[in-house]
């Protein structure tokens, strides 16, 4: 059984920093993708940033690019971390941590189904 569990968030103001922090409990020695994805009210989910656990590749949403910053925490157990820089009002929204086995995809995933263990998500606001 894989858990997901996210923490941190909270309210900024704009130009501030927060960071996300998720652990991936599950059995050993799996490696995962682990992804971060957010849903502002009346939008779609949509990705922000992913990382392959252990190796470190990772990905970027342009929207998000040269502010944020994905990266492993822990060699022994996945926890990942989210740093989140120089925050826009548009960056409001509630932010999810998602995991998915590596082995099940040849090409890295991408989209929210194909992604099977999520956090229950956390609140992100930057007031302007």
């Known amino acids: 059984q894989v858990q997901v569990v996210e923490s941190g968030g909270g309210s900024v103001q704009a130009g501030g920093s927060l960071r996300l922090s998720c652990v991936v409990s599950g059995d050993t020695g799996v490696s995962y993708y682990v992804g971060w994805f957010r849903q502002a009210p009346g939008k779609v989910r949509e990705g922000v940033a992913r990382i392959l656990t252990p190796g470190g590749s990772t990905y970027y949403a342009d929207s998000v690019k040269g502010r944020f910053t994905i990266s492993q925490d822990n060699a022994e157990i996945t926890v990942v971390s989210l740093q989140m820089d120089s925050l826009k009002p548009e960056d409001t929204a509630v932010y999810y941590c998602?995991?998915?086995?590596?082995?099940?995809?040849?090409?890295?995933?991408?989209?929210?189904?194909?992604?099977?263990?999520w956090g229950r998500g956390t609140q992100v606001t930057v007031s302007s």
């Open positions: 998602a995991a998915t086995r590596s082995d099940y995809y040849i090409r890295p995933p991408t989209e929210p189904y194909q992604f099977n263990w």
